[in-house]
C-alpha cells in the first residue's frame, strides 16, 4: 500500500512538474552580443516563442476547432530579418507606444523633441518610441515558472535621453502561458524624472494561421462605445466620439472586412481601420476588451486589459514587399493587431488620461490574450 501510494505520489509529480524555460541561441547582434529564444508550452500544447530582441514573439501556435495547431503571428524565421525591416512584428514597443504629434511635447515647462519617423498625410510624428524604440534593443531574458507556469521575463534599462525622452526608465514585461490558454503579459516601469510612457505589445494575428491570407473575414467584438477620430496625420483631434452609426462601432459582431472599404473619412484617414478605441472600461482593473472570432478554423481571441485605450491597427500597411516565416509574402491586410495603451498622442492632450510616470510611483500594466475554438 505504502509503494502504491508513492508511485502515485511520483507519477503525480512528474505530470505537474513545470520546467524553466531554457535560453537558447538566436543568432547575434552586428555587434556579437547573443540573442536568446526561450519556448514557453502549456499544458494544452499551446506554445510561445519569444527573443530578448525587442521582447519579439516569434511564433504562437495554438488549436483550431480540431484541435490542429497553427501559429497564427506574423513574422520571420531570423534575427537578420527582424534588424533589417519589420513593421514591429510582434514587438514590444515603446517608449512611446502610437504616435506624438510633429515629435514634441512639454512636461513641466520644459519642451521636448523627438526624431521624426513616421508622416502619415504628410505631417511627422515620432512613431512607436521613435528611430531606436524598444523594439530595436537588447532586453535581458531571464526563463522563470511564475504561478506555476511557463514565463520569461525581459528586462529594459531606457536611459535618460535616449531617443530624446527623459529620465532613466527600468521597465519589464513578464510573459506567462497559463493553462487557461491565456497570454498574459505584465509590465512594470520606475523612472528618475518624470517622463511620457506608453508601452504595448505589437504581434500581428491572423486566427487562420499566419500566411493563409487576409484577416476580413474575422469577427469582431469591443467593449468600447466611443473611439478617438484623427486627423489626416494620424493624430487624434481631442474629441471621444460615439461609434453609433460609424464603422467603427463594433458594440455588437462585425466582419473586419464589412466596412472597411466603405467612404467614411476616417476610414479613409487611415487606409482602414487604424485607431484607437476609447474602452468602456476606464478604472484600471483587468477588464475585456475585445473578443475575435475567425469563423473558418473556429479560432478565437479575448483580450483583456487594464488600460483604458485599444488600437486596432488591420494591416494596411503590409503590402507584399515582406516574406514569412512560412515562405508567403505577407499581402495588404494579412494581418491585424490590437494594441492595449493609452490614447495616440496623450503628452500633447491635457484631456487625455496621462500618460505621465513620475519618479517614485511604479507603472504596472497588464493584457491578456485568452485563445479558444469553437
Ligand atoms: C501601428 C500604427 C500604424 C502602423 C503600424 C506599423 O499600429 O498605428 O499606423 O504604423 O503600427 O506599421
Not at 231 to 243: C, D, F, H, Q, S
Not at 274 to 281: E, F, K, P, Y
Request: charged share 20%; glycine share 12%; proline share 5%.
Amino acid at each position: 500500500m505504502k509503494i502504491t501510494l508513492f508511485s502515485v505520489a511520483v507519477s503525480a509529480c512528474s505530470v505537474f512538474a513545470v520546467d524553466v524555460p531554457k535560453a537558447e541561441p538566436f543568432g547575434k547582434m552586428p555587434d556579437g552580443t547573443e540573442i536568446q529564444a526561450f519556448t514557453l508550452t502549456n499544458k494544452n500544447g499551446i506554445k510561445l516563442r519569444a527573443i530578448t530582441y525587442g521582447a519579439i514573439v516569434l511564433s504562437l501556435e495554438t488549436p483550431d476547432r480540431n484541435g490542429k495547431l497553427a501559429d497564427i503571428v506574423l513574422g520571420y524565421n531570423t534575427l537578420e530579418e527582424y534588424i533589417k525591416d519589420t513593421p514591429y512584428f510582434g514587438a514590444v514597443v515603446g517608449r512611446y507606444g502610437n504616435r506624438i504629434a510633429g515629435g514634441k511635447f512639454s512636461l513641466d515647462g520644459t519642451t521636448y523633441t523627438l526624431a521624426t519617423n513616421n508622416e502619415p498625410g504628410g505631417m511627422k510624428c515620432s512613431l512607436h518610441g521613435g528611430l531606436k524604440g524598444f523594439d530595436k534593443v537588447v532586453w535581458h531574458g531571464e526563463g522563470l515558472v511564475k504561478n506555476g507556469v511557463q514565463s520569461v521575463k525581459f528586462s529594459y534599462t531606457s536611459k535618460d535621453g535616449e531617443e530624446g525622452f527623459p529620465g532613466t526608465v527600468e521597465l519589464s514585461v513578464i510573459y506567462q502561458l497559463t493553462d487557461d490558454n491565456q497570454w498574459r503579459i505584465d509590465y512594470e516601469a520606475k523612472t528618475d524624472k518624470a517622463s511620457p510612457l506608453n508601452v504595448t505589445q505589437h504581434s500581428y494575428f491572423n486566427l487562420k494561421g499566419e500566411g493563409n491570407g487576409d484577416i476580413l473575414e474575422h469577427e469582431l467584438v469591443f467593449k468600447a462605445s466611443r473611439f478617438t477620430p484623427v486627423n489626416a496625420g494620424l493624430i487624434p483631434t481631442g474629441e471621444l466620439r460615439a461609434v453609433t452609426n460609424t464603422p467603427f462601432d463594433f458594440t455588437t459582431a462585425h466582419r473586419i472586412g464589412e466596412r472597411v472599404k466603405g467612404d467614411d473619412e476616417q476610414i479613409r484617414f487611415g487606409g482602414g481601420y487604424d485607431h484607437n478605441w476609447v474602452l468602456d472600461s476606464q478604472d484600471g482593473s483587468l477588464a475585456l476588451a475585445a473578443i475575435v472570432t475567425e469563423p473558418s478554423s473556429g479560432r478565437t481571441m479575448e483580450v483583456l486589459t487594464t488600460e483604458p485605450g485599444l488600437q486596432f491597427y488591420c494591416g494596411n500597411f503590409l503590402d507584399g514587399k515582406l516574406m514569412g516565416k512560412s515562405g508567403k509574402a505577407y499581402q495588404f491586410r494579412n494581418g491585424f493587431c490590437l494594441e492595449t495603451q493609452h490614447y495616440p498622442d496623450s503628452p500633447n492632450q491635457p484631456s487625455f488620461p496621462s500618460t505621465i510616470l513620475r519618479p517614485g510611483k511604479t507603472w504596472t500594466s497588464t493584457t491578456v490574450y485568452r485563445f479558444g475554438a469553437k
